[in-house]
């Protein structure tokens, strides 16, 4: 017989261990006898083989040669807690993710409590060994143990309890479904299948303009510089951003969390700026200034640290652990007191049907009577041509636009209106299809040359090629004179509602999408981004102005398109054209640039001026695009085939802004938010450069003053989109004042109309208006 002394010592490390979660009840000091003590070893000379380890046989073994010093309750109290922690679990095992974390926590009490027991039991402490007080002893520890307030182990709860928290799992993993769907769908969230609560949180503080690291550490994406306070891993640190108002609030306290582990830089590119007016960094936008170098220092109690680079707040590395900083609320710009800028709403694209009618009147009245509840100045409405002029030339009708534009008059609002000469449903954004008349597609497809044709000879239909200003095969008429003729009917048939000032601007469509650009980047031909577009000058009618000018060259030779230009996806070091230093800067390149940019420049001109004749003090508006990969290229090739002659050596704009100042029209550029694409990663692949293109293009409207309108191009919900907006249309450092004559949100739909996001759209409209708000932070 062996030492008891040496067994209780081992039982009890044994329980210290958590080896009572085996299968069987005695597993834990079966195992540990096997290994530990001969007898036990299997060994056939003391007749104990594996299969004859029962439950009761144990049990008579310790009788037996332990008997009346106390092992033997010992024993019982141990297996009846045993049995209460293993068998119990066998039956929770089906549960599986069903169980919730706030009864995990009770697991761990009850078995800790059990474990505690078996030590105190081990140590001698418990009671006498006699039978009454066993029994009396064990029955006071199953009703401790059953007893739900006792502190026991969860796992002896009723079953009923256990249905309960599975129906409550089964309809927390319902609603979760749900969400998850509905940001797939709606809000185009990349999440995966089995996305849970941190995915939901971490991709809406990515839209937020957070930045979320694997591990879980957020920060702001963009702030002022700051300066940490260099101290202990436990202490405070204070930074302190520079306001782009007038008045300075104290700086934020910050923050900081210990993130062990990480190790990776944050690391951002400066914005490249092309023009002359740079305004003062937004609070959201990148900051030179914080663009903190890594530097080893030394913190208060002589340990090693090292400052990386951050976006916002302050990160340190203290004994190889990360210490972030982070700032409880980003400051933002007080716009009250600034000048009124009117907001306007773009409706629907299919907001009247293809038989100009009303697609859904009662649905836009309430809409438009909410907008008008928080003081939207107005709405835009494309008037489309392949609508009021579908089936003959001449024959108009206007019906659905007038039951329309009484709705908006009768609740106070103003109108916006874009004649629009092009077909709507072949490009991004566009959820309806609307073609051009009838009656033109029937003469295109007797004579396809009045549309836009790439090298390939392939027809783009989207609008008509501007080679037929001038050539009368629209029926004895040109495409100016249709042009002149629909927006002249659309005058006489509105012009109580110019009378009394309810059309307040009147947008005429120049190109496809209504901007004044070649179509050299059309999805229908396979282009997708960033490709570099192709010239769209093929057509019999563009070769032959091209043929003319060829001519009065002295140079009848280059009467020729270029055919080094690539296709449509390439990229500018691909071709011999656009590549540095190719023939887009040799003699035969600037002259065809030259005239191709020319005839986009007089096109806009003509059409211009016969606008200015029918809407006389009206004011008239042209719309540019933003075209801003391959920017910070040497040819901008991109730009060029959009007919936009705007090399590195070259300002490819003002031509564009003075034939506008001719003409009193007001610039449309959907710029606002361009520069907000300075983060995505492909931009760096396309050496875009969104923000210098904005600058440029602003800077040549600002030189010949005229009026300047923008929209957002991208779609917009959140805070931060809307204060980068903001900072744009009403720059704070600009020493003459000037801001954006008006601003339209693109567009009216279910999903502004959201409660929250509906808030947001009121307060960015206050703001706009120049009205002060109460919550001016982030």
Known sequence: ???????????????????????????????????????????????????????????????????????????????TNMQKLVGVSEEDDEEEMDVKEEDEEDEENGEKQIAAEMMMSVDGVMPSTSGSDQFHYQSQRQEQVSNPGGGGARRSRPLEEKERTKLRERHRRAITARILAGLRRHGNYNLRVRADINDVIAALAREAGWVVLPDGTTFPSRSQSSTPVVGTSAGMTSSSSQMASQQTPP????????????????????????????????????????????????????????????????????????????????????FAGTPYVPVYVMLPLGVINMKCELADPDGLLKQLRVLKSINVDGVMVDCWWGIVEAHAPQEYNWNGYQRLFQMVRELKLKLQVVMSFHECGGNVGDDVCIPLPHWVAEIGRSNSDIFFTDKEGRRNPECLSWGIDKERVLRGRTAVEVYFDYMRSFRVEFDEFFEDGIISLVEVGLGPCGELRYPSCPVKHGWRYPGIGEFQCYDPYMLKSLRKAAEVRGHSFWARGPDNTGSYNSQPHETGFFCDGGDYDGYYGRFFLNWYSQVLVNHGDRVLSLAKLV????????????????????????????????????????????????HGAALNFSCAELHVLEQQDHL????????????????????????????????CHDRVGYNKILDIVKPVNDPDGRHFASFTYHRLSQLLMEKHNFMEFE????????????????
Not at 255 to 261: E, K
Not at 303 to 326: D, H, V, Y
Not at 640 to 657: E, H, V
Not at 692 to 710: E, F, H, T
Request: net charge neutral; hydrophobic share 40%; aromatic share 8%.
């Open 1 to 79: 017989m062996f030492d008891d002394r040496l067994l209780k010592a081992e039982i009890k490390a044994t329980a210290r261990a958590r080896l009572v979660s085996l299968a069987r009840p005695s597993g834990g000091i079966v195992a540990l006898l096997r290994r530990r003590y001969p007898p036990f070893a299997g060994n056939k000379s003391v007749g104990v083989e594996k299969e004859e380890f029962e439950e009761g046989k144990l049990r008579r073994y310790f009788q037996g040669n332990f008997g009346g010093s106390g092992l033997g309750v010992e024993w019982e109290v141990m297996d």
């Open 251 to 334: 700086p934020p306290t910050t923050l900081q969390g210990v993130s062990p582990g990480y190790r990776t830089t944050v690391e951002y590119n400066a914005c490249r700026m092309k023009g002359v007016f740079m305004p003062t960094p937004s609070p959201y936008d990148l900051s030179s200034t914080a663009r903190a170098q890594s530097s080893g220092m030394v913190a208060d109690d002589g340990e090693q640290t090292e400052r990386l680079p951050l976006i916002a707040g302050s990160m340190e590395i203290i004994n190889g652990k990360q210490i972030i900083g982070l700032p409880t609320k980003l400051p933002e710009r007080d």
């Open 763 to 778: 307060r960015f409209v206050k703001r706009m208006h120049g009205e002060a708000v109460l919550d001016p932070q982030v």
């Open 684 to 715: 760096r692949e396309a050496l875009a450069d969104p923000q210098g293109l904005v600058w440029q293009v602003l800077n040549a409207a600002r030189d010949v003053s005229i009026p300047i309108a923008s929209e957002n191009a991208f779609l």
């Open 615 to 662: 809407f006389d003090g009206t004011c008239v508006a042209a719309k540019l695009p933003g075209i801003y990969w391959w920017y910070k290229t040497a040819s901008h090739a991109a730009e060029l085939t959009a007919g936009f002659y705007n090399p590195c050596n070259r300002d490819g704009y003002s031509a564009i802004t003075a034939m506008l100042q001719k």
